[in-house]
């Protein structure tokens, strides 16, 4: 008999927490904001956070203290406070951290992340869309008919908008001035580099020719000539579009299978290697092996997000000067295109604020949230954040706001004009990059030939991406 | 009054046993009953907890068609082969041997020193590794192999398999010495004796004497390390992600379900390679249970039969 109740009760407790599992009933971990309904608090986190990028979430402490103010000349009692959490945690992990959250009911009223995340969260119901059309967007408040036009883009997703975005920013090939000098090269003749990337007379060719010669003349060692990020990266996909290469096919809205691009892609990854200006075996290079090297000047081309800037002023290079050291010996150009006549690119990879929905948060403060967002969308409040960690501006006041117009470096990239692109807002984009990154280390490595490792990458994407999500080129 | 083991009852020895088939129940069979009908869904981050389907079969049938399953299978099957016999078992027992020869305060300080790569934080431990492979002038390998005329590189990209094996290796090592050690001192210092009196060398008594007599520690650290082993990842994910065709498949598993770089996490599809691991587990602890004859080393002790 005793057994029997054992058993029975195994069988019950098994049977429920299945059961619960399976069907996402997560009531029992439900703890609510509740209380005093005059008492608000909003939460907001930000994901994969250095300390410098902490006015993503301390922007909306200053902007609750103006929202209270408006609040009260409303005759409103609702007060609102701020939970904000600036999570140092990997993009995956935070990712995580919100998933389980929102089954959960316990996902945080304003989440700040990558871009690409609204086609998944869309599709499983956990964000809320935000407007229609980008009118409609920028009509819901000034704040929001200021921010550039092209970063709505980024946000877009089955034809809504799904979030606003936070910051913005632009990988550049950056170069030694010292080096070149050493080369022979005057400051004016620099410029003339930049203005070629820029009308596409100076392309990779021409950047793998200056490389090899100064290696060939000792300017700098065999495996220094060009440094591009050491692991995998948003970055590479810019020499994937270089070449031709498409990632999502705007008249589908299927990612491309293009098997030619990656080819011509993979092959400049290999060639790199064999030129002698990039060394073998550099993917995985630890990153504070790359910030150390490229920030003292000990590569002739290296290429990178503007961002780095900042911690290579007030950390890597602080040795050396800082920030005054990098504007006179570090120059900066769009990263060149891959054929004669070609238009130079940069990949834009925005942060956005996404409101989840009250299935994901536990709460009915949507709409609260949104005006909190808009009172964070200031010149004044996005240019602390573009000021102490090198982003770049997201409105279009804010080049013409005298703080972030005093900017040298900032505002220069933000003039070096070109092409700017984002990465599509689709499902199965995640599993499309794992797989070209892969296939680009194989190429890389020369573990594998350039037109086999695209050859394998197409095949891949065949199977985790899947056909009916491609377009083959 | 005390029963003997032939005297329990069926309901004496399942009370006995409740509390451990409560904690199986519950952390592995449950667990594993999850994956399993997961393993048999869509489920994932664009499908939410509340939008998915029953999808059948279709997980393990693209794991059939993966172009890279052989890729991921062979690697793990290498790596988890490599690593057990030189390391977690070979060098194991190698120094559980050395230091219980030696004996003494040298011997315990010797094994100590093994100890130190268990008892370091990953992140730190497997830094150490990455810097000391690193690309000049960094890496203090090639400081040494410069002089000989060996191009700098960084070795750990260079050699991903040796890297992997050797610093999880260096780890793994630890464990089996520990048991293997106190095995060893275990063994009544009286057949040594007779041993060496009766002319038996230092290798002789260990293939004769000690070698038989840990075989139920030998059973243990095997099985338990093929397991640790097969479903470790995380020293390579830190060292180099499984670059280099380095994505063993519980790491493979890990990053379709729980972390690539984008977000899409396919949970469906990493239960069932999850599922797969956990058939692969199973099957290795049945053919070491068949190969260390498991039933003679539980069965009644010949001595109290008479």
Same mark, same amino acid.
């Given at each position: 008999m005793r057994n029997r109740i054992i058993i029975a009760a195994f069988l019950l407790f098994s049977g429920s927490t299945v059961y619960r599992i399976l069907t996402g009933d997560a009531s029992w971990a439900v703890t609510t904001r509740g209380g005093d309904p005059s008492q608000v608090t909003l939460k907001i986190w930000a994901g994969n956070?250095?300390?410098?990028?902490?006015?993503?979430?301390?922007?909306a402490v200053d902007a609750a203290r103006t929202l209270n103010r408006q609040l009260e000349e409303e005759g409103s009692g609702v007060r609102v406070t701020i939970d904000a959490i600036n999570d140092p945690a990997s993009w995956g992990n935070y990712k995580k951290k919100f998933l389980m959250a929102a089954d959960s009911h316990l996902a945080p009223d304003i989440i700040c992340t990558g871009h690409e995340d609204i086609a998944s969260w869309a599709s499983a119901g956990l964000i809320v869309p935000l407007a229609d059309t980008v009118a409609e967007m920028r009509a819901k408040d000034p704040a929001f008919a200021d921010v550039r036009e092209d970063l709505w883009e980024s946000t877009m997703f089955r034809g809504k908008i799904w979030g606003v975005p936070q910051d913005s920013e632009a990988r550049v090939l950056f170069y030694s001035k010292p080096l070149l000098a050493k080369m022979g090269w005057t400051p004016a003749r620099m410029k003339t580099l930049e203005r070629g990337i820029q009308d596409g007379s100076f392309t990779t060719d021409d950047m793998i020719a200056l490389a090899e010669k100064a290696v060939a003349s000792g300017v700098v060692p065999r495996g220094r000539g060009y440094w591009h990020?050491?692991?995998?990266?948003?970055?590479?996909i810019q020499k994937y579009y270089a070449f031709?290469?498409?990632?999502?096919d705007p008249e589908t809205g299927r990612l491309v299978a293009d098997q030619q691009s990656l080819t011509r892609w993979f092959t400049f990854q290999r060639r790199i290697v064999d030129a002698g200006i990039t060394p073998e075996?550099?993917?995985?290079?630890?990153w504070g092996i790359w910030h150390n090297t490229v920030s003292h000047g000990k590569a002739l081309f290296w290429e990178g997000g503007i961002w780095n800037w900042s911690s290579w002023g007030s950390k890597y290079a602080a040795d050396l000067g800082g920030e005054a050291y990098l504007h006179k010996s570090v120059g900066y150009a769009m990263p060149p295109a891959g054929s004669k006549g070609g238009t130079p690119a940069t990949l834009v990879h925005p942060l956005v604020y996404l409101v989840p929905k009250a299935k994901a948060s536990g709460q009915m403060q949507q709409k609260l949230a949104l005006r909190l967002l808009a009172l964070m969308t200031t010149p004044e409040i996005n240019t602390r954040h573009a000021l102490d960690s090198s982003h770049l501006a997201i409105l279009k006041s804010q080049l013409d706001y005298a703080p972030y117009k005093e900017n040298t470096f900032l505002y220069g990239i933000s003039k070096l004009g070109g092409k700017s692109f984002f990465q599509p807002n689709h499902v199965r984009f995640s599993q499309w990059f794992d797989i070209v990154m892969g296939a680009m280390e194989e190429a890389q490595s020369g573990r594998r030939s350039p037109s086999q490792a695209a050859a394998d990458a197409i095949a891949l994407m065949r199977i985790d991406v899947g056909e009916d999500n491609l377009v083959f080129r | 009054m005390q029963k003997t083991a032939k005297e329990l009852s069926q309901e004496d020895t399942f009370t006995l046993l409740s509390p451990t088939f409560f904690l199986v129940l519950l952390f592995f069979l449950l667990p594993v009953l999850i994956i399993l009908l997961m393993s048999f869904t869509n489920v994932s981050t664009d499908t939410g907890f509340d939008q998915w389907r029953w999808v059948g079969l279709s997980n393990y049938v693209k794991i059939l068609n993966h172009p890279a399953t052989g890729q991921h299978l062979w690697i793990t099957l290498k790596y988890v082969a490599v690593t057990l016999l030189l390391f977690n078992v070979g060098l194991g027992l190698a120094i559980a041997l050395l230091t219980t020869s030696i004996g003494g305060k040298t011997g315990t300080a010797f094994r100590a020193l093994w100890l130190l790569p268990r008892i370091t934080p990953s992140v730190i431990y497997v830094l150490m590794w990455k810097y000391l492979g690193a690309?000049?002038? &960094?890496?203090l390998i090639n400081s040494f192999l410069a002089p000989l005329g060996v191009t700098p590189q960084n070795w750990v990209a260079a050699q991903p398999f040796l890297f992997i094996v050797l610093v999880n290796g260096f780890i793994g090592a630890s464990f089996g010495m520990i048991i293997f050690t106190s095995a060893i001192e275990a063994i009544p210092r009286d057949y040594l004796r007779a041993a060496m009196i009766d002319g038996a060398n230092y290798f002789q008594r260990v293939r004769h004497i000690i070698l038989p007599m840990i075989k139920w520690p030998l059973l243990f650290v095997v099985t338990f390390q093929t397991l640790s082993l097969l479903t470790s990842f995380e020293q390579i994910m830190i060292l180099n992600d499984g670059a280099g065709g380095m994505e063993v498949w519980s790491l493979w598993a890990y990053h379709a379900a729980?972390?690539? &770089?984008?977000g899409n996490f396919q949970w469906g599809f990493g239960g069932a390679l999850a599922m797969v691991l956990v058939v692969i587990g199973v099957g290795f602890c049945w053919v070491y249970l068949k190969f260390f004859k498991f039933s003679e080393l539980v069965s009644q002790p010949k001595i109290d039969a008479l």
């Open positions: 956070a250095a300390p410098i990028d902490h006015w993503r979430t301390d922007s990020r050491p692991t995998r990266g948003s970055d590479h031709g290469g498409r990632i999502d075996n550099y993917l995985g290079t630890e | 690309d000049a002038p &960094y890496g729980l972390n690539n &770089y984008y």
